[in-house]
């Protein structure tokens, strides 16, 4: 929806432009082309990588969800590890097929993303460390009991 949004826009600023526009100086003309041009590649920038960060919060939500839901809510450190190991071998079970599909995804749109220069302060570059961190909390607090 907001990229038709910027579609449009883009579409009216660069209508709007006339050729019969007053005759200004040859340096002032190459400033005004520049900064409109800058604007319309941050536009495009911008909508591109709310995008990719979209996609990347689901992917992560899902895998940090799954993991939740599945085993650390019922404190089910045997289970959380066992999976996770599943998982990062890459196992054809169905919980691990699809949390390495949501991973590959989160990890492809992340790499594009960063060459895009998209801003990722909030995302870590592998959701499955959130998940291993908490299995380690949920691991110290059964050590300390």
Same mark, same amino acid.
């Given at each position: ?19 019969s526009q007053p ?10 082309t520049h900064k ?8 495009? *920038? ?16 899902? *895998? ?34 699809? *949390? ?46």
């Amino acid at each position: 929806m907001y990229q038709g949004f910027y579609v449009i826009c883009l579409f009216i600023l660069t209508g709007c432009v006339s050729n019969s526009q007053p005759k200004v100086k040859t340096d002032d003309l190459k400033i005004e082309t520049h900064k409109s041009s800058t604007k319309k590649v941050l536009i495009k *920038i911008h909508s591109e990588c709310v995008q990719y960060l979209k996609i990347m919060d689901y992917s992560n939500s899902y *895998i940090i969800h799954e993991f939740e839901d599945g085993y650390l809510v019922d404190k089910d450190l045997i289970g959380a590890k066992a999976q996770l190991f599943l998982i990062e071998n890459r196992s054809q079970s169905i919980f691990a097929k699809n *949390i390495n599909k949501a991973r590959d995804t989160y990890l492809s749109n992340y790499k594009v993303a960063v060459e895009k220069k998209c801003d990722l302060k909030k995302f870590d570059k592998d959701p499955l460390k959130i998940v291993k961190k908490s299995i380690e909390k949920l691991e110290a607090k059964y050590k300390s009991i």
